[in-house]
C-alpha cells in the first residue's frame, strides 16, 4: 500500500500561482509515473498531467499546457505541480495518484490516490 499526502492548496487570485506537492511513503518511488487529477464540484474528476518514473517525460491536459508544470524530485519522494496564470475555472481538489497501466488521461489507469487538496482561484 502507498500513501500519497497533498499539499500547498489554497485561495488565490486569478493570475496568480501555487504550487502543490504530494508526497508518496512508496520506497521505490524512483520507479512509479505519477499524475495529477483535478475535480471539480458536480464534475467528473479530469486529468491535469503524467510524468514519467525518471522525470524526463510528461503530459498535459490542453486546458493547462504552458500554465502548468509537472516535477518529480525522487531524492524526496515527491511530485510537484507548478500552476501559474490561475483562472477561475481551475478551482478543484486536486489529487495525485501513481500510474499503474492503460491510457494517462484515465482516472483508471492510476492505483494509488491521495485524498487531494483544495484549490480555490477568485476572480
Known amino acids: 500500500q502507498v500513501q500519497l499526502v497533498e499539499s500547498g492548496g489554497g485561495l488565490v487570485q486569478a493570475g496568480g500561482s501555487l504550487r502543490l506537492s504530494c508526497v508518496s511513503s512508496a520506497r521505490t518511488f524512483d520507479s512509479y509515473a505519477m499524475g495529477w487529477f483535478r475535480q471539480a464540484p458536480g464534475k467528473e474528476r479530469e486529468f491535469v498531467a503524467r510524468?514519467?518514473?525518471?522525470?524526463?517525460?510528461?503530459l498535459y491536459a490542453d486546458r493547462v499546457k504552458g500554465r502548468f508544470t509537472i516535477s518529480k524530485d525522487n531524492a524526496r519522494n515527491t511530485v510537484y505541480l507548478q500552476m501559474n496564470r490561475l483562472k477561475p475555472e481551475d478551482t478543484a481538489v486536486y489529487y495525485c495518484?501513481?500510474?499503474?497501466?492503460?491510457?494517462?488521461?484515465?482516472?483508471?489507469?492510476?492505483?494509488?490516490w491521495g485524498r487531494g487538496t483544495q484549490v480555490t482561484v477568485s476572480s
Open positions: 510524468i514519467d518514473w525518471s522525470g524526463d517525460d510528461t
Open positions: 495518484a501513481t500510474y499503474r497501466h492503460g491510457t494517462d488521461y484515465y482516472a483508471s489507469s492510476y492505483e494509488y
